[in-house]
């Protein structure tokens, strides 16, 4: 699961000395939720990184070992914008927020099959001009409605739509791309609705 932060205001991680609801131990990770409010505001993250940005330690030894090209970033991608504000103030609020992330990474040693779909070649022979790639895109969109019933009672309902690519994946040193995985997941939805009502300071 990759969290959408930009639709999330307070992290808590707990790793230890948990409350005693829980049934096992472990990391537990809590996300709270961005509700917008009576003033229109929004964040945002954008991120990129490709090979002209990475050093390596290639040297001339690692070749005369036999390794034709080091593990490389093609390109990796973060774009994360998120907005929100009052519906009616005091009452109803709305946060969106949007992450589309990828990750195209070179693999050491292993390049794409020239015969990869060729039914007359059974062997492997590489493709020295394109190196393998492993290829990764997940994302989200997300929109929350707050609604304040009244001063004890608060209502809300977050919708999410998630897609994940592996397409292309799992190549190694010992794995070329066409015996990797292929895994499309075009459509995931997550539709939640959480009622916080504090009563008294002792009944929540």
Not at 33 to 40: L, M, S
Not at 95 to 102: E, L, P, T
Not at 155 to 175: G, K, M, P, Y
Request: hydrophobic share 35%; with cysteine; charged share 15%.
């Amino acid at each position: 699961t990759t969290y959408n932060l930009g639709a999330v205001q307070e992290v808590t991680v707990d790793y230890a000395a948990v409350s005693a609801e829980m049934g096992q131990g472990g990391v537990r990770i809590n996300l709270i939720p961005k509700e917008g409010g009576n003033t229109f505001s929004g964040s945002g993250v954008l991120a990129f990184a490709n090979s002209s940005m990475q050093g390596d330690n290639y040297t001339q030894d690692l070749k005369r070992r036999g390794l034709q090209t080091p593990n490389t970033i093609e390109k990796n991608w973060s774009i994360n914008p998120g907005f929100g504000g009052p519906i009616r103030r005091d009452v109803l609020w709305f946060y969106n927020s949007y992450q589309y992330n990828g990750a195209y990474n070179r693999v050491a040693g292993m390049f794409y099959n020239k015969n990869a779909g060729n039914l007359s070649a059974w062997t492997y022979e590489p493709d020295l001009s394109r190196p393998a790639i492993n290829q990764d895109t997940w994302g989200d969109a997300q929109l929350r409605l707050t609604w304040q019933v009244n001063t004890k009672n608060k209502i809300a309902l977050t919708h999410d739509r998630s897609f994940q690519c592996n397409c292309e994946s799992n190549a190694s040193a010992t794995t070329a791309p066409e015996a990797g995985w292929n895994r499309t997941f075009p459509l995931m939805a997550n539709t939640l609705v959480d009622w916080s009502s504090p009563q008294t300071d002792r009944v929540l």
